[in-house]
């Protein structure tokens, strides 16, 4: 998972997390070649009219972020003020742009983005970045500029301890909610035509929204990354009840 940013983009030279550009991360199984990686770099670097110019026209930084992705980027008691480790990397992103510019005074803008809108609001220049749980992946690297990544995951299963699920082959015949936009969604919508599972998928708005639905009995499970459904059963009015489960299906 890491840092996405519209392609081209000058950010690239100076950022103190880096952006370069191809390194797989979590929910990828197939490694990036390495001509890739300098391409990608190499092309945000040398581009002089991109981002940071937009940003030095402007005044103003806009900041994609998430309001239900604990732990990275969500909302919690300031409706107006994202919070979240992925949040926190994002405000250094900002100090280094402030200093790059020499604009200590920047406006700051956020914009809430979901798993369907980050990529296309990074594309159009709505947002100039957002750091969050997006996974680095071939396609993605073809529409957006990659940071290094910073936390790796597995996909798996958030489902009640007595539900009887333990693995993906329990799925059979079972309804299963995920998160729309998100390549959990895609893999497990081909995982069970491939497999003749007979699943019910609901793709839910964002995660939040997912584990509500997992909540209130219209799911059996919920797929998505462990950490993700960590952080869903953290705030769970009784977490005690939840458990992951499930062998990684990608990393």
């Keep these: 998972m890491t840092h996405l940013f519209s392609k081209p983009l000058t950010l690239a030279a100076f950022m103190a997390l880096g952006l370069a550009g191809c390194n797989n991360s979590s929910q990828t199984t197939a490694e990036a070649p390495a001509a890739d990686d300098a391409t990608t770099t190499e092309a ?40 979240g480790y ?20 920047l406006n700051v803008r956020y914009n809430l983005i979901t798993s369907q809108t980050r990529i296309p609001l990074v594309q159009n220049g709505t947002v100039d970045f957002e750091c969050g749980s997006t996974t680095n992946n071939e396609e993605r690297q073809k529409q957006v500029a990659f940071s290094n990544g910073f936390f790796e995951i597995g996909t798996r299963l958030l489902t009640k301890k007595d539900s009887g699920i333990q693995n993906f082959e329990d799925l059979k015949g079972k309804t299963l909610v995920t998160t729309a936009g998100t390549t959990s969604e895609r893999y497990i919508r081909q995982y ?50 939840w458990v992951i489960v499930g062998e990684p299906q990608s990393f």
Aim: avoid cysteine.
């Design 44 to 83: 945000a670097a040398t581009d002089t009219n991109g981002t940071l110019q937009k940003i030095k026209d402007s005044g103003t930084i806009v900041v994609g972020h998430r309001d239900s992705s604990i732990p990275f980027s969500y909302i919690a008691d300031d409706p107006n003020q994202p919070i």
């Design 192 to 241: 069970n035509d491939d497999n003749k599972m007979d699943m019910n998928i609901i793709s839910a708005k964002d995660h939040g929204e997912a584990f509500l639905m997992l909540e209130n009995g219209r799911a059996d499970a919920f797929m998505m990354d462990d950490v993700l459904l960590a952080g869903e059963k953290a705030k769970a009015k009784n977490p005690d009840e």
């Design 86 to 105: 992925a949040h926190d990397l994002e405000m250094k992103v900002v100090e280094a742009v402030k200093q790059k510019l020499n604009m200590p005074d």
